[in-house]
């Protein structure tokens, strides 16, 4: 896969890269040296470009003056020509101790030969030598380091990120030298340019991860054509501008790697997407200090720029030590947000004060505009800074919920979670989408066998075998499982990453497996001490959906057997019961009793209410007869007050006795609760009823609810809403979908469809 294809070839890499890193640190305080110390203090600045005189600092004590606009033609002994066509020629070559250099000067049509006396160190050069890149060099040197002593596993992407920083670190401190073209500082710029072009677009094909099978040839052509380069530019054989090609082809070649990671690797967009604004939030900074540079005179507000650089070397090191950190992960997310907020709130006042200073002609205007900028950046951080930190790490970082939140939310509601379904949508569809997780499954177990998989997403069904001893998973409950980390081969699973034991009072109930996860499927300890929490909630809530199915069955059954209870005691009324009243009107003498006839038609009228109550007679001729007949007996007890309406097709469509039954009190129970509660004046019962669909819905026009939350199956529980609970049961036994809507003062719908399919026949049966 790499140009290095076995793990002990980067074992051997590291006595070198040990070796390296003190060479790099050599160069960096050889140059650092001479950079404040051996460089002169010449007063003015020029243009290594065309020797232009760009600034003019300190006039020299002797002699005439130099201006801006001024060109260099020679100096001492040698000439501006030779200085550009020898990258080892210091210009300043020869100074003696009397610190007078001839600096000759074409101005305009004339050429100047100047008496130029070397001031003393002055502020403002002092400030131009401090407010630079040479100290970046140090930062990449200790990313490099750091990675080198910190990074796990030594792999192609550990050796290359260290190349990586320590050329940066070079030509950023040899760049800072070039001018002076001293301690071969130009020639060392040059070579380790053209030796970043390889390195670079190497890293960024395997960085964050391979974005393919790696062109080995290619590969090698390229350190090949790199090194050749090196040499030439140490003999001074290309052009003298031929290496900006070489820092041109690295720098746009890793943008363009990046961003076909991000593009063609949905997988690592997170890691791809923060290099690429971690280099924009670099940039920018930067570039806004240099116009406001250029349009005021503000360096130190303009150097200040430079520190945003800081956030390109950290990017790299955050991606590839993230799933090092362990605990610490969460703080270093958070120094992260608080980097890029410093960051974007320094680049906008790095615009706006220098310009409100220098726009401001009042007295005092600098000291208004200092206050009123820290004012202003406390406001922002205090309003705006919470935002942008849940901003960073949702959208950059991939922690869609914070830790503690998504906590907070599952306590709240595992504990209205009565039900298996409800448990199981609340972990697969809501927690494990916060975390990013595309594999899982949940394991039931009862004795150490397992009994079925709760629920599998992600997962080929063939990955679960039947039976498993749970020893075999036990010892690796709430520990990361890398992979290829060779534990992952000792399991069963091979795709899982991390599991969980659920266990209640040391009874095993089960475990939550967690593979594939977005962006790298690598779990933080601190991740894991929140999944760990969140299972044993689980466990706990297994236990209670288990007791609540066990009531619940319980209370179908007491349904089912009290629909049975009322079917027999309806039979035994009429045929029992009114059958002997019969037979007693038929020897009672009428004439002997004349209020007997009245009494007797009471009873019996009476009788049968309660016969067609427990079991309505029309039920045996279908469904839609039953509700006319129950939609007269509503009207009639309703009287005027509320009008009753049946809107239903005509169908002669029969269904199974139980489902014709339960379908038929749903709508009875409804239609009681509107005639009670509802203080409505209409009642409208409508629908279908088709051989392949029943709907139906109960209508009013009454005060509604205010609470649609109380309308839920175990708040119904709670409050001692029976007959509301009753409906939710007789729909779930037939398999039908039952739905209560309502606002408050907009009246209440309660609609229940059932589709007399073959499953549902077979569970009535």
Not at 163 to 191: D, H, K, P, V
Not at 256 to 285: C, M, N
Not at 728 to 750: F, K, N, P, Y
Request: hydrophobic share 45%; glycine share 6%; aromatic share 10%.
């Amino acid at each position: 896969m790499e140009i290095f294809q076995h793990k002990r070839s980067f074992d051997h890499w590291s006595f070198i890269v040990q070796i390296s890193s003190w060479l790099v640190l050599c160069i960096l305080l050889a140059y650092t040296y001479a950079r404040f110390f051996q460089v002169p203090y010449l007063g003015f600045d020029f243009n290594p470009s065309n020797g232009e005189i760009i600034d003019v600092f300190v006039q020299s004590a002797s002699g005439a003056p130099l201006y801006r606009g001024d060109r260099l033609v020679q100096i001492g002994s040698v000439t501006f020509d030779s200085y550009r066509a020898d990258s080892r020629q210091p210009l300043f070559d020869g100074m003696g101790r009397d610190r007078i250099l001839p600096v000759t000067v074409q101005r305009g049509d004339q050429r100047v030969t100047i008496r130029w006396e070397i001031p003393p160190p002055n502020l403002q050069e002092i400030l131009d030598r401090l407010v630079n890149v040479w100290w970046l060099s140090y930062i990449f040197w200790l990313t490099g380091v750091a990675t080198a002593l910190l990074v796990r596993p030594h792999d192609s992407r550990w050796l290359l990120l260290i190349a990586f920083c320590f050329l940066t670190a070079i030509w950023l401190i040899t760049g800072s030298l070039s001018t002076w073209q001293i301690l071969e500082s130009t020639i060392l710029l040059r070579i380790a340019i053209w030796l970043c072009v390889p390195v670079y677009l190497h890293l960024h094909w395997v960085f964050p991860r391979p974005l393919a099978k790696s062109p080995r040839l290619i590969l090698w052509v390229l350190y090949l054509t790199a090194l050749g380069l090196a040499v030439a530019e140490w003999f001074q054989i290309p052009p003298r501008t031929a290496y900006f090609f070489g820092f041109i082809l690295a720098g746009v070649g890793s943008v363009v790697l990046l961003s076909l990671h991000f593009i063609l690797r949905p997988t690592q967009r997170r890691e791809a997407g923060l290099l690429v604004i971690a280099i924009g939030l670099a940039i920018l900074p930067l570039l806004t200090a240099v116009i406001t540079r250029l349009s005021v005179a503000y360096p130190l507000w303009s150097g200040g720029g430079l520190l945003a650089l800081l956030i390109i070397p950290g990017a790299y090191f955050y991606i590839i030590y993230r799933r090092q950190l362990g605990g610490l992960e969460m703080r270093a997310n958070r120094l992260v947000s608080a980097y890029m907020f410093i960051l974007l709130i320094g680049t906008i006042f790095v615009v706006l004060v220098p310009l409100a200073d220098a726009w401001l002609s009042f007295p005092n205007a600098s000291t208004y505009v200092g206050v009123s900028a820290v004012l202003l950046v406390l406001l922002l951080t205090l309003v705006g800074f919470p935002r942008f930190e849940r901003f960073v790490d949702r959208r950059l970082l991939g922690i869609a919920m914070p830790p503690t939140q998504i906590l907070e939310a599952y306590s709240s509601r595992i504990v209205t979670s009565l039900d298996l379904s409800s448990v199981i949508h609340l972990l697969r569809d809501e927690i494990l989408p916060s975390f990013l997780v595309r594999q899982s499954a949940l394991l039931g177990y009862e004795n150490g066998k397992r009994i079925s998989p709760l629920y599998v997403t992600g997962v080929d069904g063939t990955y679960l075998p039947e039976e498993i001893d749970a020893s075999t998973l036990l010892p690796y409950s709430g520990k990361y499982l890398p992979p290829f980390s060779g534990v992952d081969e000792k399991l069963p699973f091979q795709w899982i990453r991390l599991l969980f034991s659920l266990e209640v009072n040391n009874e095993l109930l089960g475990f939550w497996l967690l593979g594939r996860r977005d962006p790298d499927d690598y779990y933080a300890q601190a991740e894991i001490s929140v999944l760990q929490t969140i299972a044993n909630q689980t466990a706990i809530a297994l236990v209670n959906a288990a007791q609540a199915e066990r009531l619940r069955t319980l209370y179908q059954a007491n349904i089912d057997r009290h629909e049975e209870e009322r079917i027999k005691l309806a039979r035994g009324l009429h045929d029992e019961i009114l059958n002997r009243l019969y037979v007693l009107s038929m020897n009672v003498d009428r004439h002997a009793s004349p209020s007997f006839q009245d009494h007797y038609q009471t009873v019996t009228d009476r009788l049968r209410e309660i016969i067609s109550d427990l079991r309505p007679a029309m039920l045996s001729y279908g469904l839609r007869p039953a509700l006319e007949e129950l939609t007269d007996e509503l009207s009639e007890r309703a009287g005027d007050d509320v009008m009753i309406v049946l809107d239903l097709p005509p169908s002669d469509a029969r269904y199974e006795p139980k489902a014709e039954e339960y379908l038929y009190r749903i709508v009875q129970q409804a239609c009681e609760n509107a005639l009670r509660h509802s203080h409505s004046s209409t009642i409208r019962i409508h629908g279908i009823l088709d051989p392949g669909q029943v709907s139906l819905t109960v209508e009013d026009n009454g005060i509604g609810f205010a609470d649609m939350e109380q309308l839920k199956f175990d708040r119904l529980l709670a409050n001692r809403h029976f007959g509301l609970a009753g409906m939710h049961e007789r729909s779930a036994i037939i398999g039908a979908e039952l739905r209560i809507d309502g606002t408050l003062g907009g009246g209440t719908q309660v609609s229940v469809v059932w589709c007399p399919d073959e499953i549902n026949r077979t569970s009535l049966t």
